[in-house]
């Protein structure tokens, strides 16, 4: 490992001989891969806020359309201009930038680099009792070229035009035609830097998987066998080989999108296209629906991308304040390896609009089903383990605690939009809508605070405010359903997804249009609940309570044999051996409820997983 030995600034004298390195490489160009989590993490959660702050303009429209948004009118108009925001006032063509762009912030680069990337390299390779990722330089470029994707969607907002109009997913042949002809720049418009975008995006996630399954098959301390590894390493093992193989699809169906804009190609471009009453002059050929085979062959194996790592979380956390082993270990082992196989295969259920004979169709739906199965054995595993058990109430199990129902209805609402019968009513419906935020926004949210309350005394030495913990809990879960459980009513009473006016406009809406307001009130109010979280997240790490120890939940993994902050390179003073499972809480006959993995002796009282599986 280049550079690890480098002196520790908090730890000073513990590790290392080399100078210090200037502040350049320490926090901007760093090879550790703390450093390298809490850039991600910190650019994860801005960019979370970005894009939160335009779903709260697209509830005003949503609520009140054609009305100029309060407050911010005069601001509005000056950063996009009269022509998208005249007075104030959102145009169609405004909420689709702030839809599209609202969805691809969201997903790509916010909740999966900050659940994946961001607790990934922070914890994994200390959990593994590793003194770093594998390839630190790659590890640097990864978050480098995430980096320049999180720009580029950023500036899109900027160019001529405004940003991407064709939704998360840029469906042709309308993405292929979308922010072109006079007035759009060739490259600088929203649509191709959309593209751009996501192309650095998909670039950086791809080196971080190959990082990320190496240091796990290669850096594991000795005694670490694979039916030791905490459930958190084993969710973000399945979750980088997910990766690795949906991103490719997508990376090259964006340079071919690129292509179809930039170079005259035609792989998503039909025959016959008919613009503005006029022939569009293209090549023809292309396959509009080969755009959204290879879109949701990453699209729906994303969702798991997401949920994988809060399963890995809450295990942790669940397993640390019951005092208790899991129920079953090796049942959520080899769920969430069943996950990540059915996730690879059921990617055509999004498109039984398309006209998919009945045999495929019976094919995604049937898989589609089975994939319910070791989800739900997962959380039954999770429910068990409370049984007999002597459970902390704390900030990160409140957050974990409220994971369970929220996955449960994201996961139950899920399972119409599977069958075919069903979709065909619901699809493009605002069901499908609140059932795919209950994966994405609760179930994915309350999980990555849960991880950010119960790890931050390990990254800062300081524990988070209690009081302010619980202000944020409370009104973050009663608004969270404010906002999305009402979508399921709208959706089965056949409201649209993409109306701008929020059905206004159609009569059969009318007995559902008041439930724009509860959703949007809820949004804001559920903006306020994280003020409390911000004040917490950067006032602790200066004025919080100091840990009052090295492991001050009493924890059984390997993170916590580290100093509290970990050592700035190398992490541990001395490389840890593993002597035994990872959560063995209430051994009959110990002296204290928890035996850490890296501490020996006592092995005939401890109910250890043997050495090589």
């Known amino acids: 490992m280049d550079g690890h030995m480098t002196e520790n600034p908090v730890h000073p004298g513990q590790h ?5 390195l200037p502040w ?9 891969h703390k450093v390298i989590g809490i850039q991600y993490m910190i650019t994860s959660l801005l960019m979370g806020l970005f894009g939160f702050v335009l779903m709260i303009f697209m509830r005003w429209q949503l609520s009140y359309p054609g009305k100029p948004v ?70 640097m470029a990864s978050f480098w070229c995430f ?73 594991r301390a000795p005694g670490l066998s694979w039916m030791r590894l905490p459930i958190f390493v084993w969710s973000e093992l ?71 790592p809060t399963m890995g979380i809450i295990a942790e956390i669940w397993t640390n304040n019951t005092r208790r082993p899991l129920w079953s270990y090796r049942m959520i082992v080899y769920s969430e390896i069943a996950i990540g196989f059915l996730g690879m295969v059921v990617w055509a259920h999004h498109m039984y609009m398309t006209g998919m004979g009945q045999g495929v169709t019976t094919f995604f739906q049937i898989f589609t089903t089975l994939i319910s199965i070791p989800s739900v054995l997962i959380g039954t595993v999770f429910l068990l383990s409370l049984w007999g058990a002597s459970i902390r109430i704390n900030l990160p199990m409140l957050f974990a605690l409220s994971w369970l129902p929220l996955f449960a209805i994201g996961g139950l609402t899920g399972l119409p939009n599977g069958w075919s019968s069903s979709d065909l009513v619901l699809h493009d419906t605002y069901y499908v ?19 950010i309350y119960y790890w931050y005394p390990k990254v800062t030495g300081r524990m988070m405010n209690e009081f302010l913990g619980k202000l944020h809990f409370w009104p973050t879960l009663l608004f969270f359903n404010g906002v999305f459980f009402p979508m399921l009513i709208q ?44 004040i917490n997240f950067f006032w602790s790490a200066k004025h919080g309570e100091k840990a009052k120890s090295e492991n001050p939940w009493q924890a059984t993994t390997l993170e916590w044999a580290t100093p509290t902050p970990p050592l700035a390179h190398g992490n541990f003073p001395v490389a840890p051996s593993v002597y035994r499972g990872p959560y063995e809480y209430s051994v009959p006959g110990a002296q204290r409820d928890f035996l850490p993995q890296w501490e020996p002796g006592a092995e005939e009282k401890v109910r250890s997983e043997p050495a090589h599986v």
């Open 147 to 219: 980096f320049v994707g999180v720009v580029i969607m950023v500036a899109s907002f900027f160019v001529p035009g405004g940003a991407a109009k064709s939704g998360w997913t840029s469906y042709p042949p309308l993405a292929n035609l979308a922010d072109s002809g006079p007035g759009f720049h060739p490259v600088l418009n929203g649509q191709t830097l959309w593209l751009l975008g996501m192309a650095f995006n998909i670039t950086g996630s791809l080196l971080g998987t190959v990082n990320m399954i190496t240091t796990i098959f290669q850096l």
């Open 491 to 534: 959706g089965m009473n056949g409201v649209h997804r993409r109306w701008y006016d929020g059905g206004a406009g159609w009569q059969y809406a009318q007995n559902v249009l008041w439930l724009n307001h509860v959703m949007s009130i809820s949004a804001w109010l559920l903006a306020l609940a994280q003020i409390p979280f911000i």
């Open 70 to 139: 309060p407050l911010f009118a005069q601001l509005l108009q000056q950063l996009v201009g009269v022509n998208m925001a005249p007075g104030g006032v959102m145009t169609p063509q405004l909420y689709n930038s702030f839809g599209a762009i609202h969805g691809t912030i969201m997903i790509f680069m916010a909740l999966v680099p900050a659940l994946f990337a961001g607790f990934g390299n922070y914890i994994v390779p200390l959990k593994l009792g590793a003194p770093d990722m594998a390839f630190p330089r790659l590890n």
């Open 238 to 308: 399945v979750t980088a080989f997910l990766m690795l193989l949906a991103f490719p699809p997508l990376e090259s169906a964006a340079v071919m999108q690129l292509m179809d804009r930039l170079a005259g190609t035609s792989f998503f471009s039909p025959d016959g296209l008919i613009v503005g009453g006029q022939r569009v002059a293209v090549s023809g050929g292309g396959a509009p629906l080969l755009w959204q085979h290879l879109f949701w062959f990453l699209g729906h194996p994303e969702v798991y991308v997401q949920i994988l």
């Open 24 to 32: 350049w490489r320490q926090w901007v160009f760093s090879t550790d």
């Open 16 to 20: 290392g001989h080399e100078a210090a």
């Open 433 to 451: 809508v609140g059932h795919f935020h209950y994966m994405m926004a609760p179930t994915s949210l309350m999980a990555l605070f849960s991880g």
